[in-house]
């Protein structure tokens, strides 16, 4: 009797992939969406204000679906330190990238703070341990060119605010250093929670002194979407990493650079010059080729016992 053969994996392998590459893809354009929404609220409010709805706002919201009630041993961690100090990073980049983006292009924001990669290379081997190659320091320094082309730091070309977004950037790659180091420990959805925690923790006692109420439907409709965008995309990152592997999506995260320059024209019309265009070129293609590198580090080696 013949026995047929096993259905091929590959189909549904490729739609889990196909999934979460579209995933990923929507999370990022929601954070794009996020930072416009906070550059027009920056025009009528105190982006101190705005980043305190954003936490708050985005914590009720997922509260609904990830809380202790809902998940037990949600806020159960190995590493309560490094999950406070990991909020408090991305705090520290949403109030300096936002403050930022009162004087400098939303295009200008995300080019700079995709330096965030670049650094994340250079502390892998002090903080995890990690050999940095020839070819990866090339690449790192290839790409702060990319930066120093964007931000033109002496020529005046940019609002000296843009510093801050090299502060974003810092604090952006410190943060994702503690993901990978709580990611061996804790659940992504505890990672979530605490993040939306301290942030409120952090920003609610903030809210008082800074607040002015909204005085139209147009204000409070944004501050609301602002929110939703925060939380609907970290819920998607979620999704997206448990239907693909990391290295695969890594490459997609660029796409946030292509909703910057969409929205930074059809809202703000912020038209990249070619500076800025050729500095964000430079930035992705390091970036890039940093996951491939990565890839290639990665890949394990054929056993030689396999030699027919």
């Not at 939380?231 to 796409?255: E, G, N, Q, V």
Request: charge should be positive; hydrophobic fraction near 55%.
């Amino acid at each position: 009797m013949s026995v047929a053969p096993a259905a091929s994996p590959m189909p549904e392998r490729s739609s889990r992939t196909l999934a979460g590459v579209l995933l990923i893809v929507g999370a990022v354009l929601c954070f794009s969406c996020m930072d416009a929404s906070a550059k027009w609220l920056g025009r009528v409010l105190n982006p101190w204000q705005t980043i305190a709805v954003r936490y708050v706002f985005s914590f009720a919201l997922t509260g609904l679906f990830f809380n202790p009630l809902t998940r037990p041993g949600l806020m159960r961690t190995q590493h309560l330190g490094l999950q406070c100090g990991r909020a408090l990073c991305v705090v520290v980049a949403t109030a300096s990238g936002w403050t930022a983006l009162r004087f400098i292009e939303l295009t200008q924001l995300t080019a700079i703070t995709f330096a965030a990669p670049l650094l994340v290379a250079l502390m892998a081997a002090p903080l995890l341990g990690e050999k940095i190659g020839p070819r990866r320091v090339v690449a790192v320094a290839v790409g702060f060119c990319g930066v120093l082309i964007v931000t033109r730091p002496f020529s005046g070309a940019i609002h000296p605010a843009g510093l801050l977004a090299l502060v974003a950037a810092v604090a952006n790659a410190i943060y994702s250093i503690l993901t990978r180091r709580l990611a061996a420990f804790d659940a992504p959805e505890t990672t979530m929670f605490y993040t939306g925690l301290v942030g409120s923790v952090v920003m609610l006692p903030v809210a008082p002194f800074v607040w002015e109420t909204p005085t139209s439907a147009l204000t409070w409709g944004v501050l609301a979407v602002l929110g939703s965008f925060g939380a609907l995309a970290h819920w998607l990152l979620i999704l997206a990493h448990r239907h693909a592997p990391a290295s695969l999506l890594a490459p997609f995260y660029y796409a946030q650079i292509l909703g910057a320059v969409v929205l930074g024209i059809a809202v703000f019309g912020e038209v990249p010059d070619r500076w800025t265009i050729t500095g964000a070129l430079i930035v992705t293609g390091s970036g890039l080729y940093l996951v491939y590198r990565e890839r290639v580090r990665r890949k394990p080696v054929p056993s030689s016992d396999l030699q027919a």
